[in-house]
């Protein structure tokens, strides 16, 4: 069973420096694709970015794309998101989520990640 843990979220203003990281339990020869999704009470959860099994390829929102960067560090076992030019519509809960094989590909349909997290708020303020 994979497990995933992410960390970095907060309050935070729109200027702050701001990472989340999702560590993953599990060999990265047994995880795929990895991804980022957020959610808040007033909508679906929806797709921000993923990446790769190698971190070498990465897909984004267009909500996000050019302020947002998602990474991977196999050797740490960590899943990363750098947020810039956050805005307050960026506030939600942030989860990381990963594909159960190293083959399968980055997607942003959440229903192909079979591992999931347990959320990380992140509340933007202006």
């Known amino acids: 069973q994979v497990r995933l843990d992410e960390s970095g979220g907060g309050l935070v203003r729109t200027g702050d420096p701001l990472r989340l990281s999702c560590k993953f339990s599990?060999?990265?020869?047994?995880?795929?694709?990895m991804g980022w999704f957020r959610q808040t009470p007033e909508k679906d959860r929806e797709f921000v970015a993923a990446?790769?099994?190698?971190?070498?390829?990465?897909m984004y929102a267009d909500s996000v794309r050019g302020r947002f960067t998602i990474s991977r560090d196999n050797a740490k076992n960590t899943l990363y998101l750098q947020m810039n030019n956050r805005t307050p519509e960026d506030t939600a809960v942030y989860y990381c989520?990963?594909?159960?094989?190293?083959?399968?590909?980055?997607?942003?349909?959440?229903?192909?990640?079979?591992?999931w997290g347990q959320g990380t708020q992140v509340i933007v303020s202006s």
């Open positions: 989520a990963a594909r159960a094989e190293v083959s399968m590909a980055p997607t942003p349909r959440d229903w192909k990640y079979e591992y």
């Open positions: 990446t790769s099994a190698s971190g070498r390829s990465a």
């Open positions: 599990e060999r990265t020869l047994n995880i795929g694709a």
